[in-house]
């Protein structure tokens, strides 16, 4: 694990370029539920990691190419995506479910225990 | 191009673009009359070798079954429909910057392609659509007798 970390800490610091992926966040009461667009990453080629507060959405994108193909139009043009975020207080970065189908990253972030609404309840004297 | 002082200094942006699309106009080898829009749902790319012409339509969680390829007079067709999951009631939307809904993007192709040889994959959320060329165009060795 801890060597994984250490890659991943060499891969960002080589800043090699990457594409933005569009996402949606929608916050509801119990957390925030973030889907990414990352259209051409294997499940094993996508990683997840939280630093501090830091959460990074990587994977590097595999086309079935045949040899000797040349390009000649391209929107996607880097071979990897790449995106953080930055995890405000009351989210609880250990809870994160991920689900990854057909190049859509479902994440579920649920805010912690104490962040949770809470009714208060009004004592009628 | 010229190179110009101009009076009214320009939004840098907007000249930014202008620049980028330039620059592109050099780099696509195959300009076509319909173009190939940028920043369409879903994102293409275009490629060939001596046999096929290979496209990639990058179109994340579609359902196969919405999908639609066809071929006719040359031009490509790709369309279908993204459905999101519905935003639960009460929730706030912070960002929200995915496509939804029906898209349909056409590309014209190369006058050697056999319309009756194509294949089609949907995997990881990109469809690769395969079309082989033309047995006579494809590069033959002649035999000198």
Same mark, same amino acid.
């Not at chain 1, 991920?98 to 912690?112: M, S, W, Y």
């Not at chain 2, 071929?71 to 993204?82: A, C």
């Given at each position: 694990?801890?060597?994984?970390?250490?890659?991943?800490?060499?891969?960002?610091?080589?800043?090699?370029?990457?594409?933005?992926? =569009?996402?949606?966040?929608?916050?509801?009461?119990?957390?925030?539920? !973030?889907? $990414? #667009?990352?259209?051409?990453?294997?499940? @094993? *080629?996508?990683?997840?990691?939280?630093?501090?507060?830091?959460?990074?959405?990587?994977?590097?994108?595999?086309?079935?190419?045949?040899?000797?193909?040349?390009?000649?139009?391209?929107?996607?043009?880097? =071979?990897?995506?790449?995106?953080?975020?930055?995890?405000?207080?009351? !989210?609880? $970065? #250990?809870?994160?479910?991920?689900?990854? @189908? *057909?190049?859509?990253?479902?994440?579920?972030?649920?805010?912690?225990?104490?962040?949770?609404?809470?009714?208060?309840?009004?004592?009628?004297? | 191009?010229?190179?110009?002082?101009?009076?009214?200094?320009?939004?840098?942006?907007?000249?930014?673009?202008?620049?980028?699309?330039?620059?592109?106009?050099?780099?696509?080898?195959?300009?076509?009359?319909?173009?190939?829009?940028?920043?369409?749902?879903?994102?293409?790319?275009?490629?060939?070798?001596?046999?096929?012409?290979?496209?990639?339509?990058?179109?994340?969680?579609?359902?196969?079954?919405?999908?639609?390829?066809?071929?006719?007079?040359?031009?490509?067709?790709?369309?279908?429909?993204?459905?999101?999951?519905?935003?639960?009631?009460?929730?706030?939307?912070?960002?929200?910057?995915?496509?939804?809904?029906?898209?349909?993007?056409?590309?014209?192709?190369?006058?050697?392609?056999?319309?009756?040889?194509?294949?089609?994959?949907?995997?990881?959320?990109?469809?690769?659509?395969?079309?082989?060329?033309?047995?006579?165009?494809?590069?033959?060795?002649?035999?000198?007798?």
């Amino acid at each position: 694990m801890s060597e994984n970390v250490t890659t991943k800490q060499a891969d960002a610091t080589r800043k090699d370029a990457a594409m933005l992926p =569009p996402v949606d966040v929608i916050e509801d009461a119990n957390g925030i539920t !973030l889907y $990414a #667009d990352l259209p051409g990453i294997p499940k @094993d *080629r996508l990683s997840l990691h939280v630093e501090a507060d830091t959460l990074t959405i990587e994977g590097d994108v595999v086309l079935d190419v045949p040899e000797g193909m040349e390009a000649s139009h391209a929107e996607v043009s880097l =071979p990897r995506y790449r995106r953080a975020f930055t995890l405000s207080k009351e !989210l609880d $970065a #250990d809870k994160v479910e991920a689900q990854f @189908d *057909r190049g859509v990253l479902k994440l579920r972030i649920p805010k912690a225990a104490h962040a949770q609404p809470r009714k208060v309840e009004i004592k009628v004297m | 191009m010229m190179m110009y002082r101009s009076l009214f200094p320009r939004d840098v942006f907007a000249e930014l673009d202008r620049l980028q699309r330039e620059i592109q106009q050099g780099v696509d080898f195959s300009p076509s009359i319909r173009g190939v829009g940028r920043g369409g749902f879903p994102a293409m790319n275009i490629g060939g070798t001596a046999k096929s012409v290979e496209i990639y339509a990058f179109a994340p969680g579609v359902d196969p079954a919405s999908l639609d390829v066809q071929i006719e007079k040359g031009v490509l067709t790709v369309s279908g429909e993204r459905k999101l999951d519905a935003v639960p009631e009460k929730a706030a939307v912070h960002i929200d910057e995915r496509f939804a809904g029906r898209f349909r993007r056409v590309v014209s192709l190369p006058e050697d392609v056999d319309a009756g040889s194509v294949q089609a994959k949907y995997r990881d959320g990109v469809l690769h659509i395969s079309i082989a060329r033309k047995a006579a165009a494809q590069p033959r060795r002649i035999v000198i007798q």
